[in-house]
Structure formats: C-alpha cells, structure tokens
C-alpha cells in the first residue's frame, strides 16, 4: 500500500476532469474555505461539459475567490488517479464571495489544516517552482517554496533560533514551565500538552507547528526554512532529523548558495522510531508507524507501519494488533498501580 503520485505533463491527450489555480493577491496565496468545511484548499474544481480548460480555471476563480480582474497562466498538465491542469492567476482586484466559499485565506505558504494534504502541496509547489512569480521579500520566496538566499534573509531570524535553542537546553529538569514558555515563544504554534527533551536545534522555530499531546525525545534537528506541521499524538525517538531545506542539483546554481525549502507534514497518531530522516516535501499520514533508522523520501499514507532506507510501506496496522495490544494492556492493569 503506497501513496498515489502526483505526475505532471507538459502535453496528454486524455480528457481533463479538473483544474486547480494557484493564485495570488497582493504578495500573498489565496486558500479557500468552503461552507461546512474546518480545512482549507486551492481554487478549483470540475470541468463541465463543453468547456475549455481555460473556462474552467476562470469560472471557478472567479466562483471561489471572487476575482475579478486577473491574469490567468497555464502551467502544467497533472495525474492523480485522474487528469487535471494545473494554472497560476495574479489577482488584481477582488469581489464578494457568491457561491460555496465561506472565507479567504491570505498568506505565504499552504495553511496547516488542508483538505486535500497528499495532492495539493505537490501542485502548489510545482507551480512556485516553475510560474514567474514576483515575491515581495527573499524571506516570502523561502517560506513558499521558490529559489532564495539565506544570506539575503535578516541575520536575526536564524539567531534567534538559535539563542532561543541554547536557552532551552541549558534549563535544568526542574525548568518545566520555563520550557514550555521557550517553546511557544519560539514555534509558529503549540497547542497545551507537549515536551521535548534537551537538546533540540531549529533554523528558525517559526516555521515549526506541533499539535495536542506532542513529544520529542534527545537531540532533534528541525531544518524548518518551510513549515514542519505536526498533528496530535504525535511521539519522536531521540535524533530524529526533519529536513525542509534542499539544494539544487545543478551544482553551478547551488554554488552561488541558492537554495530551497518543500514543507513536512504529519498526520496524527504517528511514531517516529529513533534516527529517522524525513526529507523535503514528505507529507506522513495519521496512525503510521515509522520504524528506526528510516529515511523518508516519499509520502507514507495513513495506516501502516514504514521503514527502510529509502522507507516503505511494510504492512497495514489493522484489527490484530489493536487486539494484541489491548490484551496486553489489561494485563498491565491487572497489576492495580
């Protein structure tokens, strides 16, 4: 059982079932919110009959964003389980909300709680990769995905993390409240219960989202130049690494220092054995198991235990093992602590 790829194609001849628009409005991505819905998603939809995919992607910007004068570019074709196109528009001047649209997002990289989570960050960042984009900051083009310089950011973000790093792992055992409020100064969010054990070091801290009933055990790195967003129930083992920063491959372009930064998200109810390495752009379902020493290289879908170098799945976590465990537990509670 492995995650569905997204492909991109510059020429297909199937037929085209949906488009979905990256756009931008005023140096900022728009993420729609539908009615009766807690998550957030691209622009997009159906194709309908008898129209191009041009008509399309312009109808249903204009129906979930309420655009109204734009530019709108094509960027690439795209495959998961069915055919779409895939569209950048910069949105000059916007309307009001008429159909199924509850809200508007505006920000710099894809929102935490998205409806779509295995399909479409992978299309948001082809599309940051390949339109030309205009960002307003080097610091904006780090957080989205695009090409940027470290040494162009201000000195401060990165030394920050790095003071705010050093004062949390020289506090002692006793410290526990002194480490709670490090942390939620330093994270781009927290929720109440979670700890993690000295010693850890971040990038930025910022770009680092942890859910309800979070932990994380010795010496963690968190390359965090993109978000790493954490679910709830979620336990790491001790040097456990979440990298988001790359380079390129071309080693002329890497050596005038440009690099680039694809998110981590995980799910909720997941371990992480001890030593494990999750690259750039790596999206972990909910209820997975990932074994020690793996290095995560591709998306893990929800229900399975994985591991390996390059991780894969090894099996489903099914009904037998919440027997084997529940079993196990009540002979733990025999024990009447």
Request: hydrophobic residues 35%.
């Amino acid at each position: 059982m492995e995650c569905k790829k997204v492909k991109f194609y510059k020429e297909i001849y199937e037929p085209i079932q949906y488009v979905v628009i990256v756009a931008r409005y005023k140096d900022s991505f728009i993420f729609c919110k539908h009615k009766n819905r807690k998550t957030y998603e691209l622009p997009g939809g159906h194709v309908e009959e008898n129209e191009s995919i041009f008509q399309a992607a312009a109808r249903e910007l204009k129906e979930e964003t309420g655009a109204l004068n734009y530019t709108l570019d094509f960027i690439s074709y795209y495959s998961y389980g069915a055919y779409g196109a895939l569209f950048y528009a910069n949105v000059k001047e916007l309307g009001k909300l008429e159909f199924e649209i509850e809200s508007l997002l505006f920000q710099d990289y894809m929102p935490i709680d998205l409806t779509y989570p295995l399909i479409q960050p992978r299309l948001f960042h082809y599309v940051v990769q390949n339109a030309p984009i205009v960002f307003g900051s080097n610091y904006k083009r780090m957080v989205a995905g695009a090409l940027y310089k470290a040494c162009l950011n201000s000195p401060e973000l990165h030394r920050n993390a790095v003071r705010k790093a050093r004062e949390y792992n020289a506090t002692t055992p006793e410290e526990l409240e002194k480490r709670k409020d490090i942390i939620k100064s330093t994270f781009g969010s927290t929720k109440n219960n979670f700890y993690i054990e000295p010693t850890i070091k971040m990038d930025y801290g910022f770009n680092i989202h942890i859910g309800e009933n979070f932990y994380a055990n010795f010496d963690c790195v968190f390359l965090d130049v993109a978000p790493i967003i954490f679910g709830d129930n979620v336990f790491v083992a001790p040097r456990c690494c979440f990298y988001t920063a790359g380079h390129p491959i071309d080693a002329d372009i890497r050596n005038e220092e440009l690099e680039y930064g694809y998110p981590i998200r995980v799910g909720s109810n997941v371990w992480f054995g001890g030593s494990v390495v999750v690259n750039p752009g790596v999206t972990i379902g909910s209820n997975v198991v990932i074994g020690s020493g793996s290095v995560v290289t591709k998306d893990i879908p929800d229900g399975v235990v994985a591991c390996g170098n390059p991780c894969k799945v090894i099996r489903e976590i099914d009904l037998e093992d919440k027997e084997i465990w529940e079993k196990r537990k009540k002979n733990f509670l025999i024990e009447n602590f």
